[in-house]
């Protein structure tokens, strides 16, 4: 048996009925690591001793028989944006390359509880800036179905991880597709909660009122376990929503008879990848097999989220990245000069281009005199967008639409055109600007074998629909089954 | 050209809440560097800031003091600028949307009141401090402080309704001690719990149209600003009469000197690029809180002074004495409760009592005697067992040993001697004693009887009751 290839849910159970030891899980992980990472370049830091520790403490709560969760003893990775206490957490930045923060973020903390064995931190674009992970300091990650191909990103290192069985779910951070678009790259499923259902404490800012965290996983029952145990409200997070948490497995497998799916017209595009289009409108016809009624719906404010997005991402992210100016921790770069000097040095060599480019259009739109055409604009256009969705909602229970324009695309291809690699969050930016959930997953493979990924919008806080939705598509087809062959 | 000065005043007062605004830290003065901190003051990444539900009532409390409408919805917003005393590299205050707006406050100044304008009081939290020293090799070096990060403050500013430096230190001594009155914040100045920033500019008098302004800084008493505002309408008009032209500016007060220096021009001025909070919710303050806070209210200074002129008739100057605190004027209150002698408590109060406390650096609340011990003396006094002269002592003997006063007189043997037999042979040793004295005073030199009054004191150590000894002394020497 390869432990490896087991979802939450199966390793979970051979945990519980101790056919298998969450060290030996642990241990085959951390071998699979071994043995692929190489090749993949899915994390930033591995943390073996910390992992078997976890691992044997999971197991002694087993053999207790106390506080088993269906997570307790099951080899997880985080992607490195979330504050782990002793365990460096860089953000994939040079000018956090060497921190280690006191402190778990509340999603660690929650993972911790639920006896969760933590393999390591995944890569990702700076500071989440980025579509393809190539923003990373340390490292590019590949994509494991065509290591020629990026993982999407910015969680490309969680979606990369779990395509390639380096862990058996991941979570990562999704501001305008960050974890829906890797998971579309990497045929995986990702999952974006409501704005505000998982706590952002601890969580490294990019853009706050946009920012959250959510789970990537080989299937959507796993992706709602995971979910099961992140989301809640948190005191330490004023913007998290104090709502009751549901058991998100419970309804599953109850079917979309009557569902109504709304098909935005705006997103089938010219220009979209012309296997895209037809992965997702043949995956539609299955949703509608299934006894859902495909409606066409409208969002027309869409044209504009690009832009919006931009603007407030990129205004609170110059504001967020502030403190990151060399006197308390972090990089310091020149000790001699002015202050002024080491702050410029510090941030010169500590931010890469992408970085440096969205603090300075966000410090550019919140200055005096562009404010109000800039971020103040965008906040008005974003309450538009937001209304769309309340108004398609009326007409729908969800939302399906592609994920990506495109399936993963070249190591460098959109690199030095940082406006064609921003398309590559068209579809996914207005889910964000809404703070609705979105999931993305695997619906066909190009003739190259690259996967191609369907999202699914849902109402706020009504992430059961879109999982219901989605695990009804998965279990009627058999595209989340393929691993890629490495 | 005869000019006017048109002031505004910008006041910070740190809040006296345990813990910071945003995190649980302790707010504590004079503490160790950086002893006072966690991971959310000191801005580490990812953390995210919880709002302090009484840095807020303490607020609103401020606000109704001053008559200002509470805003049922305030944002919070963040203030950016780089310096190492600001961990996250802004600070979270109130911009567009503050927590309360128009209100006033009425000074009283050569008896004359005068109402000045409040625009808006806003929550924020406070910045590091730097300490700049000198590093392992004596060069020189710059230390970080984050204990003060994140202390609640509330900004108070002002319309530009001053005219004149004597009204700015007024209003900011009433702001001051409404603030303490409220016991919302100390509004100490030299601990830095209070700060004054003031916006000054001159026109020709009778004008209307605002000046340009400049922004007077680090003026840490009250004295420094009123001598910082008349050195800079001084130097505005020595300008403007000399045919130069104010430029809009920030300006520091340098106390060595009495002057104020620019510190940077409107150009140099910083673009704060402020935004709404995202990390925070709109603060909203429902109705049933604010009259909550409202119900609670202490007795406001200009209130309470003004009842003690009417309802204990004692004079104006007294009353602005004895409320000068809320705790002194308690203790007065008490003293009169148990009296009933309005005037004469507040002599005995601000003569004896605030020169003992003065001379210790001791506050009311901490006074050795209570009212009640207080109000034991006077009734002594009033009741012939004492002497006033002997009751001071007697007082100051309570406040050193904090002995009851009744203790003090039976152990020295204090008693008054009022025993017309007792005090008759007293007075008649003294009149065989001085016989030469005795025929200048029958000679009509009349002064000598206050020489024979003190023999008579000298004799009983001060306690012989003065008005019997001066009734037998008049019908010995046949007065």
Not at chain 1, 367 to 380: F, V
Not at chain 2, 229 to 237: F, H, L, N
Not at chain 2, 327 to 348: F, G, I, M, Q, R
Not at chain 2, 467 to 478: C, R
């Amino acid at each position: 048996m390869d432990i490896t290839s087991l979802d939450i849910s199966a390793l979970s159970g051979k945990l519980v009925k101790k056919e298998l030891s969450s060290a030996e899980a642990t241990r085959a992980y951390l071998e699979r690591i071994g043995r692929v990472e190489e090749r993949v370049s899915a994390f930033v830091t591995v943390t073996p001793e910390e992992a078997l520790k976890a691992a044997s403490e999971a197991d002694s709560r087993i053999a207790r028989g106390e506080d088993v969760t269906p997570l307790t003893g099951v080899p997880i990775a985080v992607k490195d944006i979330f504050s782990t206490r002793g365990v460096r957490t860089t953000c994939s930045s040079r000018i956090l390359e060497n921190f280690v923060p006191p402190y778990d973020a509340t999603v660690i903390r929650k993972l911790k509880e639920a006896g969760a064995v933590i393999l390591g931190k995944n890569n990702m674009d700076e500071f989440a800036m980025g579509s393809s992970t190539e923003n990373s300091a340390f490292k590019k990650t590949l994509n494991p179905w065509a290591l020629d191909r990026v993982p999407g990103g910015s969680s490309g290192g969680s979606a990369a991880a779990v395509a390639a069985s380096e862990c058996a779910a991941s979570v990562g951070t999704d501001t305008g597709g960050s974890i829906r678009q890797p998971a579309s790259c990497c045929g995986v499923v990702g999952l974006k909660p409501t704005y505000g259902r998982v706590s952002r404490f601890g969580m490294i800012a990019f853009a706050s009122s946009l920012d959250q965290a959510g789970p990537l996983t080989r299937s959507v029952a796993d992706a709602s376990l995971m979910l099961n145990a992140i989301a809640g409200h948190d005191q330490l997070d004023s913007t998290s929503i104090d709502a009751p948490v549901p058991d998100y497995t419970a309804g599953l497998g109850s079917g979309i008879k009557g569902l109504r799916v709304g098909i935005p017209k705006e997103y089938f595009i010219e220009g979209m990848d012309p296997e895209v289009e037809s992965s997702v409108r043949k995956a539609l016809e299955t949703i509608k097999s299934l006894g859902a009624e495909l409606v066409e719906i409208s969002l027309p404010h869409t044209e504009y989220a690009v832009a919006v997005y931009y603007l407030v991402a990129t205004a609170e992210a110059s504001s967020n990245l502030a403190r990151y100016d060399g006197v308390k921790y972090g990089l310091r770069v020149d000790e001699t000069g002015s202050l002024l000097d080491m702050y410029k040095r510090t941030r010169d060599e500590g931010f890469g281009p992408e970085v440096k480019r969205r603090i300075m259009l966000g410090t550019y739109s919140l200055s005096a005199g562009y404010y109000d055409a800039y971020y103040k604009k965008a906040s008005q256009v974003r309450t538009l967008v937001k209304e769309d969705f309340e108004k398609a909602f009326s007409a729908c229970d969800v939302i399906a639409t592609p994920t990506a324009p495109t399936p993963a695309f070249r190591i460098g291809e959109k690199l030095e055109d940082p406006l064609t690699m921003y398309l590559s969050d068209i579809f996914t930016i207005s889910c964000n600007l809404a703070g609705i959930p979105g999931i993305s997953l695997p619906c066909g493979f190009t003739k190259e074998g690259l996967p191609v990924g369907l999202q699914i919008l849902g109402r706020y806080l009504d992430e059961e629909t879109v999982l219901r939705t989605a695990w009804s598509y998965e279990d009627a087809t058999e595209w989340h089954k393929r691993r890629p062959n490495l | 050209m005869k000019y006017e000065a048109v002031i505004g005043l910008e006041v910070h007062a740190q809040l006296l809440t345990d813990s910071k605004l945003f995190c649980g830290c302790s707010t504590k003065f004079g503490a160790e560097p950086n002893t006072q901190v966690d991971p959310i003051c000191l801005g580490l990444p990812g953390v995210l800031p919880v709002l302090n539900r009484r840095a807020v009532e303490y607020a609103v409390r401020m606000a109704l003091a001053t008559s200002c409408k509470v805003n049922r919805q305030s944002v919070f917003a963040r203030k950016n600028y780089f310096y190492p005393d600001l961990p996250k590299g802004y600070q979270i205050s109130q911009y567009t949307e503050p927590l309360a707006e128009r209100g006033w406050l009425d000074i009283d100044l050569d008896g004359e009141r005068k109402r000045i304008g409040i625009t808006r009081i806003h929550m924020e939290e406070d910045a590091g401090k730097l300490l700049h020293g000198e590093g392992p090799e004596d060069e020189a070096f710059s230390f970080v402080d984050l204990n003060r990060t994140g202390v609640p403050l509330i900004e108070i500013v002002s319309e530009p309704d001053m005219r004149a430096s004597d009204e700015a230190q007024a209003y900011l001594k009433a702001l001051r001690d409404i603030l303490v009155y409220l016991e919302i914040s100390s509004g100490n100045m030299e601990e830095g719990s209070f700060r004054c920033d003031a916006n000054v500019s001159i026109r020709p008098a009778g004008s209307s149209k605002l000046g340009t302004k400049a922004e007077l800084k680090n003026m840490n008493s009250f004295k420094f600003v009123k001598e910082a505002i008349d050195y800079e309408i001084a130097r505005q008009t020595d300008l403007v009469e000399s045919g130069g032209k104010v430029v809009q500016e920030t300006r520091l007060f340098d106390s060595a000197r009495g002057v104020t220096v620019s510190m940077r021009s409107k150009e140099e001025a910083h673009d704060y690029r402020y935004f709404p909070e995202p990390d925070l919710l709109p603060l909203i303050v429902e109705e049933e809180m604010v009259e909550e806070v409202r119900s609670a209210l202490p007795e406001l200074p200009q209130a309470k002074r003004e009842r003690f002129i009417s309802e204990y008739g004692i004079p104006a100057y007294d009353a602005g004495v004895l409320t000068s605190s809320k705790d002194l004027a308690a203790y007065y209150e008490e003293v009169v409760n148990e009296t009933d002698e309005p005037k004469a408590s507040s002599n005995w109060i601000m003569g004896e009592l605030l020169r003992l406390l003065k001379e210790d650096n001791r506050d009311v609340k901490d006074c050795p005697v209570s009212p009640k011990g207080l109000a034991n003396v006077m009734k002594m006094v009033k009741a012939g067992e004492i002497s006033g002269k002997i009751a001071k002592e007697v007082f100051e003997e309570m406040y050193r040993t904090g002995k009851s006063a009744g203790e003090i007189v039976k152990a020295k043997g204090l008693t008054q001697i009022s025993g017309e037999e007792e005090l008759a042979r007293i007075v008649d040793g003294i009149i065989a004693a001085n016989p030469e004295n005795v025929e200048r005073y029958k000679s009509g030199k009349t002064a000598l009887f206050g020489f024979f009054v003190g023999e008579a004191m000298k004799a009983t150590r001060g306690k012989a009751n003065p008005q019997v000894i001066n009734k037998l002394l008049k019908e010995k020497l046949g007065g």
